[in-house]
T-cell receptor, first 116, second 113 residues
Framework: AQSVTQPDIHITVSEGASLELRCNYS??????LFWYVQSPGQGLQLLLK??????LVQGIKGFEAEFKRSQSSFNLRKPSVHWSDAAEYFC??????????????FGKGTKLSVKP | DADVTQTPRNRITKTGKRIMLECSQT?????MYWYRQDPGLGLRLIYY???????NKGEISDGYSVSRQAQAKFSLSLESAIPNQTALYFC????????????FGSGTRLTVV
């Protein structure tokens, strides 16, 4: 069955430090992978997505993610965290049905706190 | 106006009551979804609709029903609300093919007492 695992429930980093949020997926076919961010009291905003091609994808707000097929991973990174990055981050995989786009399956999320 | 509008934004209801959460969109997307978010559990799919005549159960459909009144409107009903349905509910839309470009509403926070 398709699934997404985010091993870290809560991460705290200092402002200006680098960040890596982990995501592992289980999916039989070529995955479509996504990272979303949810600020407190807000809906979900797409940070970046991977469909094919270059395994390093750039997103908004200075985030990037790297797809590693051999590790079934799609980790999110940012070189220098800002206080405004404090939020909850969700990794998701897009599943397909008979070649047709289906729905998204989300991980349980990683909450990021940023220390001054 | 927001592309995906959910009403109400917040609702407190009593156990056993019927409640409807509404979602409307101006994106022109064919596909609409209802997700539920609980702390530590992420987002779980309740129902999804690929067009007006195509409605499908998601991972956690028990206790819920939906109605796709038009391409732009997708409602979620709790026939008899129970406390463990207290959660944040999100509606989302996407195009038919290709991009998985989801647009999320701002959410409805439902509390069942």
């Amino acid at each position: 069955a398709q699934s997404v695992t985010q091993p870290d429930i809560h991460i705290t980093v200092s402002e200006g430090a680098s960040l890596e949020l982990r995501c592992n997926y289980s999916y039989g076919a070529t995955p479509y992978l996504f990272w979303y961010v949810q600020s407190p009291g807000q809906g979900l905003q797409l940070l970046l997505k991977y469909f094919s091609g270059d395994t390093l994808v750039q997103g908004i707000k200075g985030f990037e993610a790297e797809f590693k097929r051999s590790q079934s991973s799609f980790n999110l990174r940012k070189p220098s965290v800002h206080w405004s990055d404090a939020a909850e981050y969700f990794c998701a995989v897009g599943v397909s049905y008979g070649g047709s786009q289906g729905n998204l399956i989300f991980g349980k999320g990683t909450k990021l706190s940023v220390k001054p | 106006d927001a592309d995906v509008t959910q009403t109400p934004r917040n609702r407190i209801t009593k156990t056993g009551k019927r409640i409807m959460l509404e979602c409307s969109q101006t994106k022109g997307h064919d596909r609409m979804y209802w997700y539920r978010q609980d702390p530590g559990l992420g987002l779980r799919l309740i129902y999804y609709s690929f067009d007006v005549k195509d409605i499908n159960k998601g991972e956690i459909s028990d206790g819920y029903s939906v109605s796709r009144q038009a391409q732009a409107k997708f409602s979620l009903s709790l026939e008899s609300a129970i406390p463990n349905q207290t959660a944040l509910y999100f509606c989302a839309t996407s195009e038919r093919q290709g991009s998985y470009g989801y647009t999320f509403g701002s959410g409805t926070r439902l509390t069942v007492v």
